[in-house]
């Protein structure tokens, strides 16, 4: 159990950003009394109230804070209390102007919005580390602080910044990375063009070029590395000094797959790995539930199968979106419980009560613009009341199987400029594989390529473009011990620096999947291409987005598909090798290889033969799998959990065996789950196993 849990006595969290200083003092006796009414145990105070505490520059006033502090722990309410680093005051900009962030053009923004300072500026840090120690050094024994929350969902307005201050903290952090210019010089294949450095001073982050050109890919790839790495710097710094002064657990929030940020770096500074995930309605009604899942299933993945925070979600409707849609009845619950099935030991919205002006005054809450007399707060008490009972799924974890390799640098790299086609991104890929094994109701985790993939038997890599030889390595040592991998088209074709791997596409995993590629024929938008299928797929087949020349294929290779029109006619589309055991202990997994985009039917024979032969089940043995019906397992020691999320319009049988959480019924396989219902079913586990 993590020590937030421990400190709300054992209990899921439940809550949200609290902003007291929109509100006059009046009513904020009225919020906690809701607060306790609706079961709420967690807030998270202060993140965007720097203007508040500090009126002018090193004049602090916390007695409103006090205040607030107070009113809460008297109500029995904690806190997660930010340090307020996410958005300096309008007078820190105007004192500062160099301290705001200037885009690839070379325009400064402005201030007015959020998070408007760029990530090197020194007197940002030094502002903000002040203002860090003075927080600290009031609140640290606070008993109403369970846990501090540094910043907020760092870089989502200012992932990077081109001035000069960063262009020299860029210069030093390739300087600690390559030691000598000539090493830059080689890493970033400068004999080409012309862009051969001779002083360090050359260096610039990659500017707009002139016009109808490409930056240097390396450049880019480097900048992405630089500026994710340049605001870690900025939280390592924060959190040092809250873990200097008090105790209570650091975290910051994540947004799920957020492209800016390497959260496998970013996860191992966190005590507790925090997220915010909101519905994207432009995704349709199963297209975001999956997201919801999917993004659940990263945060898990980073915090390593141990329990995490969902910092924010929505009850309904957001107010960033195009248009933005309400949830149906049931729709929060839902998921708030799919969070939880995927590993969260809670669930906090953002925000408690909705705010009357300001940008997000349209952004549902869990205390509507409508007040308590509104469907909208008696389903937040309700939520309240669900998650206590929950309190025995704290602490446990996932049971995956099944993994997506995924490396924010393969993730930049692979969508850099001038590649054989731009139809190939990286979230479309993993999106596809993930919601095809989710629609079949297996559940996925994610992992870095490189870090120990011993307790998956199944290891997909859609768009690994860009593999170290230690990951390469990795997913062949997966195969040795008997496992399986699945790989697309575009994986492992160059090193760290972008360079292409020689010998033959997919360079780095030619040799574990037994095909050399010559040449690639991207498709045009309207074009497909037939496939014909053979051994374990049938059926009539597609691709679309790319075909290959692979010019030879290993002994051990089966041809699953081959081009039957097309540039490429007759050759292979899709293969499995299986190679026999070998002398070093290697007993011989799976290797499939895709070399096109095959269309749905086809992608989920792949997908779900190779989980079957290597012997991986969904959750529960369910013959056709329902469409809408999510089931998803967490452990302890001694309970198994299983989560059944029914969002279909009609019920479903569950076959599990225990006890219902929710309704404290005993469940069993007969039991159906009603439509748009949930049940946790608790059951002992028996010895050595399920
Ligand atoms: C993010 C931020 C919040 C708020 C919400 C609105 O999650 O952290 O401050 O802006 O989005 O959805």
């Given amino acids: 159990m993590s020590r937030v849990t421990a400190a709300l006595g054992g209990r899921l969290a439940f809550g949200g950003d609290y902003n007291p200083e929109q509100w006059p003092e009046d009513v904020w006796a009225s919020d906690v ?64 102007p160099d301290s705001l962030p200037v885009d690839v053009d070379g325009v400064r923004r402005s201030y007015g919005g959020r998070q408007a300072f760029c990530p090197s500026s020194p007197e940002y840090r030094a502002a903000a580390a002040a203002l860090t120690e003075a927080i600290v050094a009031r609140y640290a024994d606070h008993p109403a602080v369970v846990m501090w929350h540094v910043h907020n969902e760092y870089g989502c307005h200012n992932w990077n910044c081109y001035c000069d201050t960063s262009a020299a903290a860029f210069r030093s952090w390739l300087q600690r990375r390559y030691g000598e ?57 924060e959190a040092a000094i809250i873990r200097a002064g008090a105790s209570q657990p650091v975290t910051t929030n994540f947004m799920d797959f957020f492209k800016p940020l390497d959260y496998w770096s970013w996860a191992q500074e966190m005590d507790l790995v925090s997220n915010d995930n909101y519905r994207l309605g432009h995704l349709g009604g199963t297209g975001a539930t999956h997201n919801l899942s999917m993004s659940a ?54 925000q408690w009560r909705a705010s009357r002006a300001g940008a997000e005054k349209f952004h549902s809450a869990l205390l509507p613009h409508a007040g308590t007399t509104s469907s909208r707060w008696r389903e937040v008490c309700e939520l309240g009341a669900d998650l206590v009972k929950l309190a025995p799924v704290a602490g446990s974890r996932g049971t995956a199987r099944i993994a997506i390799a995924f490396d924010w640098n393969a993730w930049w790299g692979v969508e850099l400029d001038s590649h054989p086609s731009t139809d190939i991104d990286m979230m479309t890929a993993v999106r596809r594989w993930h919601r095809t094994l989710w629609e079949h109701g297996h559940t996925v985790d994610f992992v870095h390529p490189g870090r120990d993939l011993d307790r998956y038997q199944v290891v997909l890599v859609p768009s690994l473009y860009l593999v170290t030889d230690e990951a390469a390595a990795s997913l062949a040592a997966v195969v040795a011990r008997g496992g399986t991998v699945v790989v697309n088209h575009f994986s492992g074709i160059v090193d760290e620096n972008d360079h292409i791997r020689l010998g033959g596409y997919p360079g780095a995993f030619t040799d574990l999947l037994g095909v050399r590629t010559e040449e690639f024929g991207p498709l045009l938008p309207d074009q497909q291409v037939t496939l014909t299928l053979a051994g374990d797929l049938v059926g009539a087949a597609t691709g679309t987005v790319w075909t290959e020349l692979i010019g030879t294929a290993d002994h051990d290779v089966e041809v699953l598909a081959t081009f039957a029109d097309g540039m490429f006619a007759g050759r292979p589309a899709i293969t499995r090798r299986r190679p026999e055991p070998g002398p070093q202990g290697s007993v011989g997994g799976v290797a499939w290889y895709l070399a096109t985009v095959p269309d749905d039917a ?68 007969e039991s159906r789950l009603a439509a748009g219902g949930a049940a946790v079913i608790a059951a002992r586990r028996t010895p050595g196993g399920g």
């Fill in 33 to 96: 009394a809701l607060m306790k009414e609706a079961g709420v145990n967690l807030v998270s105070l202060g993140i965007f109230s720097w203007a508040w505490l500090e009126p002018k520059a090193g004049r602090y006033e916390f007695g409103w804070l006090d205040k607030i502090l107070g009113l809460l722990h008297d109500g029995g309410i904690a806190v997660d209390l930010a340090n307020a680093s996410a958005t300096p005051p309008p007078w820190f900009s105007v004192a500062h």
């Fill in 181 to 237: 210019l000539e090493v830059l010089n080689d890493a970033w294949g400068t004999a080409f063009w012309s862009q051969r450095y001779y002083d360090w001073d050359e260096v610039i982050p990659p500017r707009r070029p002139s016009y109808n050109t490409f930056a240097n890919p390396t450049q880019q790839l480097d900048f992405a590395r630089f500026s994710s790495d340049e605001l870690l710097d900025c939280y390592r710094a």
């Fill in 602 to 669: 086809t992608l989920s024979g792949v997908l779900l033969t190779a989980c079957r032969q290597a012997g991986v089940a969904p959750a529960l043995d369910i013959a056709d799998w329902p469409a809408g019906l999510e089931v998803v397992v967490r452990e302890n020691d001694d309970t198994r959990f299983v989560f059944a999320l029914n969002a279909a319009d009609s019920d479903v049988a569950v076959p599990a065996t225990g006890t219902d959480l929710l309704t404290g019924a005993a469940w069993s396989p």
């Fill in 297 to 350: 299933d990263l945060i898990r993945s980073l915090s390593d199968t141990a329990p995490w925070l969902l910092m924010e979600h929505s009850t309904s409707a957001v107010n960033w979106q195009p248009r933005n849609v309400p949830k149906a009845a049931g729709q929060m619950r839902r998921d708030s419980l799919s969070h939880v099935s995927r590993g969260a030991d809670g669930a906090l919205f953002f």
